[in-house]
């Protein structure tokens, strides 16, 4: 029942890894988002899509690259980890410029 | 670019006062939301305010909005322990673009 899902929920691995976390929403939203929470608990949008096609764009590294196979999933892919990566990665999504839903979080810590 | 401050960024209160969140934000917007962040957690939602004198309560929390002044409030009321928690305040700036304050963090004391 769970309407933003989150895998996986902890993340440790070793710099120069790749990764993935994937999302996936089960609330019928044409949008998805994935934000960045750092140490400080800042919280920064990284990417938007809707209905699969890439909206928000921000100025990421492009060792991070997102894809959304289908209008429920967004998945984040993060090439050649570095330390300053670690941070908690939200994904949310929305119906239009409704509410965010966000989903419960992935802790990245890399050594 | 859009900055979106809160104030203030930590706050420590008794149960049972009052007190108010400020969330200032620097280029127009008539969209913006708030939502609470317990320790290890999501975030969860507590209100959207979509146009110029927007006012929404749920339980002790109410929170308004002056996009003339760009200027947000949430106030507490008789402050309860289960209201500790990091409240962010949210401007959309298009697209669905949201643009997160710093949060403030709220300890709530017996």
């Known amino acids: 029942d769970t309407a933003v899902s989150q895998t996986p929920k902890y993340l440790v691995t070793q710099m120069g890894n790749d990764k993935s976390i994937k999302c996936e929403q089960n609330l019928g939203h044409d949008t998805m988002y994935w934000y960045k929470q750092d140490s400080k608990k800042f919280l920064k949008i990284m990417f938007s899509y809707n209905n699969k096609e890439l909206i928000i764009n921000e100025t990421v590294p492009n060792r991070f690259s997102p894809k959304s196979p289908d209008k429920a999933h967004l998945n984040l892919h993060i090439n050649s980890l570095e330390l300053g990566d670690s941070a908690v990665y939200f994904c949310a999504s929305s119906q239009e410029a409704d509410t965010q839903y966000f989903g419960p979080g992935t802790r990245l810590t890399v050594l | 670019e859009l900055k979106v401050e809160q104030n203030p960024l930590f706050l420590s209160m008794q149960e049972g006062k009052n007190y108010t969140i400020y969330c200032n934000y620097s280029t127009t917007s008539d969209r913006l939301y708030w939502y609470r962040q317990d320790p290890g957690k999501s975030l969860e939602s507590l209100f959207v305010?979509?146009?110029?004198?927007a006012v929404k309560q749920e339980g002790r929390l109410m929170a308004s909005l002056d996009t003339k002044a760009r200027l947000s409030t949430l106030h507490i009321t008789a402050a309860v322990h289960d209201l500790s928690a990091t409240y962010f305040c949210?401007?959309?700036?298009?697209?669905?673009?949201?643009?997160f304050g710093q949060g403030t963090r709220l300890t709530i004391n017996p």
């Open positions: 305010l979509l146009s110029n004198g």
């Open positions: 949210a401007v959309d700036m298009g697209v669905q673009k949201l643009v």
